[in-house]
């Protein structure tokens, strides 16, 4: 056989890593630059506007609680006044968060109903949610904090005991904040738009621990005063004093911190709207509503304190109870020595 058919024959054969690989790897880049080009070219064109502007309302909710806690730390813990209606600017703040939690409930129900729902309005309500559910409650809870320290060292407290306090808060306020973003990012991963789906929670849901923070700042704020200052409490005034406006401040950050972990934990949380009030309910239903509106009539900051408080525990000393009480029992009455008793 020639060389020439030598290399004639050996041309047949031809090196698949030139001839198909190099190809294919052309058409691969080819695809993927066409696709980011299509992507540059996407544009938002339709948004749904209800839904939208009350999820913007939840965000300057958490802003203004922002700014009322900014402004009291600044100021002394001064009141907000509009009219006839006067309020200390830290309580201020926590109802400020209270009604973005009021706007962040409609939103999604609205988008809901008018079968709108979009992944630009899931995005801007975790946005708005970091906003007002974890960055206000968090800074709300430090500034507070640093007051009640400021004070503190004016009487005479070593300043590297105060130093040690408030990089304790700071470290709280910080792993609520981390917390209620990774609660949020992980809802926006495994949410399902469909409302059956909707019955519980996996995890404290982030407005339930906002909530949880702005009932006791509420609660410091409007009620403690009124209890301290009520005639016939001078013998204890020194027991209730440290009971009531000291303990709640120290106590925030380790409830800060509690809450962070409830947020990121795997516990269930029932959904009140979607279990509760949907569709026909029992009787018992009814009157345990009257008792909530009664109470919050009565004293709407112990009513906050009381709700808010209540349903982060539930979801806790439920699944205590089953995943460690019930189940222990269970493991004792299996076990060899109790079946031969």
Known sequence: ??????????????????????????RSEASKESFLRRMRRQRLRYITILPSLVTIINGACGFAAISFASYAASSGAGEFSY?????PYFAMAGYMILLAMLADMLDGRLARM??????????????????SFGAAPAFLMLKIAEQKLAGIEATGVPTIFISLLERFFWL??????????IRLARFNVENEEDESAHMSFVGLPSPAAAGVIASLVIFHQEAVPD???????DWTAGV??????????????????ALAVLMVSRIRYSHVINQYMRGKK???????????????????????????????????????????????RRAAAGSPAAVAE
């Open 227 to 233: 209890i301290l200052t009520h005639p016939g409490r």
């Open 83 to 87: 009219h006839r209606f006067t309020v």
């Open 114 to 131: 008018s079968q709108s729902t979009s992944s630009f309005g899931g995005q801007l309500d975790s946005l708005c949610d970091v906003v």
């Open 172 to 181: 709280a306020a910080a792993a609520y904040f981390s917390c209620a973003a």
């Open 282 to 328: 029992p009787f018992a239903h009814l009157l345990r509503a009257l008792l909530f509106f009664g109470l919050v009539i009565w004293s709407r900051q112990v009513a906050f304190v009381m709700i808010f408080c209540g349903f982060a525990a539930s979801g806790f000393l439920r699944w205590f109870y089953y995943s460690v009480i019930r189940k222990g």
């Open 1 to 26: 056989m020639s060389e020439s058919q030598s290399n004639k024959g050996s041309s047949r054969k031809p090196d698949l890593s030139t001839s198909r690989g190099e190809p294919m790897r052309i």
């Open 240 to 257: 209730v004093n440290f009971l009531l406006d000291d303990l709640v401040i120290y106590v925030l950050p380790m409830v800060a911190i």
